[in-house]
């Protein structure tokens, strides 16, 4: 049987979240993550912005002929919540996650896994990549510690959003 979560599908998005598992991004331990997300938009060409609270904005353009829609906010958090087993030997500031499928369940050697929320983070990434889908503006809002405080959406600047519509990626459900 196959483990390796980046064969799942749909393939961006679990692409995605491996890479974010590679990065180490524990609560008030962010700027590896922070300066991932950065150059992640960089490279797509996008406006990217990081805050003082160490939140990072993307922006993306509407596409042509989509430019009168209302502009959506895609949020979800950096942060995780670093716990491992008391037999498990890892530094959450260092090292990567090792994610693995078991049965039908991703899961984390002897760690969490980061999914709250990474997989909110890489659903995100999908769609600012994605070249073949139809849109009016998006905003990628990927705010800091929200685990431990919610440091990032507090000290999101008033006004610095544009969109009209926010749709939180982070869910219990």
Do not use: C
């Amino acid at each position: 049987m196959d483990t390796n979560i980046q064969n799942l599908e749909p393939k961006v998005v679990w692409g995605y979240f491996h890479q974010l598992t590679q990065v180490p991004r524990p609560s008030k331990h962010e700027d590896a993550i922070q300066d991932f997300m950065v150059k992640f938009g960089n490279d797509l060409g996008l406006e990217t912005i990081k805050d003082a609270t160490g939140n990072v904005i993307i922006r993306k353009p509407a596409t042509a002929g989509m430019e009168d829609r209302k502009g959506v906010i895609l949020q979800a958090h950096l942060d995780m919540v670093p716990q491992k087993n008391a037999d498990t030997n890892h530094d959450f500031e260092k090292d990567p996650i090792t994610a693995y499928i078991d049965g039908e369940w991703v899961t984390a050697n002897g760690t969490t896994l980061g999914a709250d929320n990474g997989m909110g983070v890489a659903a995100a990434m999908s769609i600012l990549a994605s070249k073949d889908i139809p849109h009016g503006p998006i905003e990628g809002l990927f705010t800091a510690d929200e685990e431990t405080g919610m440091t990032g959406a507090f000290g999101l600047e008033p006004k610095v959003l544009q969109g009209d519509i926010l749709m939180n990626l982070d869910s219990e459900d």
